[in-house]
């Protein structure tokens, strides 16, 4: 079958030189290849004889030993060379950076390696939002099967023989600064944790990271680099994906931008893993989306599901930016080693905040305007970040043009109780930052001072301005009944209203896990991946 060869307003800007392309059909055609992506086409093509294409708009490095530095190298974040170059309004107007990885990949390329899971309650409440098997008994095989745990293999919460490799720092890896922070954590009062990916324990200790001899474990490396000899699984990079194509109200293919030319590939069953950034754009080109704002465009409604787009859920982090003494940062070292994770004061949910130091720090990338203000391009960070999250944010989807970024609204701290948590935390960044143990590592620190902590107006302020995320997006293609009319997918990820679509990836989170959402992303494409085999 070759799919019709429609016009819209995109294929308008290519000339008429640039054919559009029909490839013969596949069993699963997978758009992106990210911590969701790089799962799914690698659990799938394990059926040899699955045809399963996956999409993605970086580049590919095939060989692991010749990924380039900022890919291999798990001591810090690494949105530079892979990135979408995104923008976000962190709330008022404020514009910050947004990165998302752009690569075979995706963000589990670039990321801090943090391996959290979350808090049971997390998933449960997915459950009671009408999300059937997505509680954290449903969930937990799962995050068991991806891990091969160091620490912890094959215990009741762990696994031992997952292609993630999970480790956690001994404390004579620790930077002296880290050392110095959690004992100021324990001299405040909180208790030691030996593993933070036990709900059971709550207060500070070594994290979790998917590293190993330094190098970062990224879902290309764990997943694809054991599938790429597979004669069934084809990764196309460099492509752009589009929109997805219809026969009636079935998807039968995707159409992509490579090389200057339109391709269109052709398959049985199209999954959209291009994140909770960009996966909501695709569906909207596609013609799902809310109606009259499709109708506006010139764009055919396939599905009128107005949740696309909305609901956008991420942490907020607030600092303490400090300039450090000579010797008091350590850029050999992880990003991140330790973290506390406490109940804010006030607060009925558990482990709801978290409290962490970084290593290191470069403004410079990604903030460069606050070189100046904090007085060093590389501060050392005492930080404070919201896990439970009621604010929501939205994603701006104004044209047709694939190659236009959305519109990024954060929305920050607008939920009262959001803010009051978050000025809860700066105080104990603060308790923290101005103790003893980290006094011979700190110069001075910078923007605040002890009035402004203690007066509640001074310090909101404070939070509006200077509020980052934790680069966590989810929720923006939500999961949920037919009866929600925000949701845009059911409890097995299918889109509502369509066959043969489904979306797997952090976009189909309801709300935000207490945990950095690397893990939790691909325990939703391990699931997903279940499902479809089944």
């Not at 990224?218 to 084809?234: D, K, T, V």
Request: proline share 8%.
């Amino acid at each position: 079958m070759r799919l019709p060869a429609t016009r819209d307003p995109l294929d308008a800007r290519f000339s008429l030189k640039h054919a559009l392309i029909t490839v013969s059909a596949w069993d699963e055609i997978i758009v992106g290849a990210g911590a969701a992506g790089s799962v799914l086409a690698g659990r799938l093509s394990t059926d040899h004889a699955r045809r399963v294409l996956l999409i993605e708009a970086g580049p590919d490095y095939p060989d692991p030993q010749a990924l380039p530095s900022d890919l291999r190298l798990a001591r810090a974040m690494s949105f530079v060379d892979h990135d979408w170059d995104l923008v976000a309004d962190a709330g008022e107007g404020r514009p910050i950076s947004y990165p998302r990885g752009k690569v075979v990949g995706g963000s589990s390329a670039v990321n801090a390696t943090v391996a959290l899971r979350g808090m049971p309650h997390d998933y449960d409440d997915w459950e009671r939002t009408g999300c059937a098997g997505w509680a954290w008994t449903d969930v937990l095989p799962y995050f068991r099967k991806l891990e091969t745990d160091a620490d912890f293999a094959d215990s009741e919460l762990h696994g031992s023989s997952g292609p993630v490799y999970i480790r956690r720092l001994r404390r004579s890896e620790w930077s002296a600064s880290v050392r110095a922070f959690f004992d100021t954590c324990r001299t405040l009062g909180y208790d030691e944790v030996t593993d933070h990916n036990d709900p059971r324990q709550s207060g500070v200790g070594p994290l979790p990271l998917n590293q190993r001899d330094g190098v970062r474990q990224s879902a290309a490396l764990c997943y694809l680099a054991p599938a790429r000899g597979r004669p069934n699984l084809s990764i196309l990079p460099n492509a752009l994906a589009v929109r997805v194509l219809f026969e009636s109200r079935r998807a039968v293919g995707v159409e992509v931008l490579r090389d200057g030319r339109v391709e269109r590939f052709e398959g049985a069953r199209i999954t959209l893993s291009a994140g909770a950034i960009h996966t909501p754009g695709i569906l909207f080109r596609s013609g799902i989306g809310p109606a009259a704002e499709l109708r506006a465009l010139g764009i055919d409604v396939v599905a009128d599901r107005p949740g696309v787009g909305q609901n956008l859920s991420d942490h907020p982090s607030v600092g303490i930016p400090c300039v450090p003494r000579p010797g008091g940062i350590d850029p050999e070292r992880p990003h991140f080693q330790v973290y506390a994770r406490y109940t804010a004061s006030g607060s009925a949910e558990p482990n709801d905040m978290q409290l962490g130091i970084t290593a290191h720090f470069d403004l410079r990338p990604r903030s460069a305007y606050l070189v100046d203000l904090v007085g060093t391009p590389t501060p050392l960070l005492v930080f404070a970040q919201l896990e439970r999250v009621r604010s929501r944010g939205r994603l701006i989807l104004s044209n047709t043009d694939a190659l236009a970024p959305p519109g990024i609204v954060l929305e920050y701290a607008q939920d009262p109780e959001d803010l009051r948590r978050l000025l809860d935390g700066m105080r104990r960044a603060w308790q923290v930052a101005t103790s003893e143990p980290l006094a011979p590592f700190i110069e001075r620190i910078s923007i605040l001072s002890q009035s402004i902590v203690d007066d509640d107006d001074q310090l909101a302020g404070v939070v509006k301005l200077f509020s980052q995320s934790g680069f966590h997006p989810v929720g923006t293609a939500k999961m949920g009944p037919p009866a929600d009319t925000m949701a845009v997918v059911d409890e097995r990820l299918r889109v509502h209203g369509i066959e043969g679509l489904c979306v797997v990836d952090a976009s189909v989170m309801p709300g935000v896990p207490s945990a950095n959402t690397n893990l939790p992303t691909m325990m939703i494409a391990e699931r997903a991946a279940e499902l479809m085999r089944s």
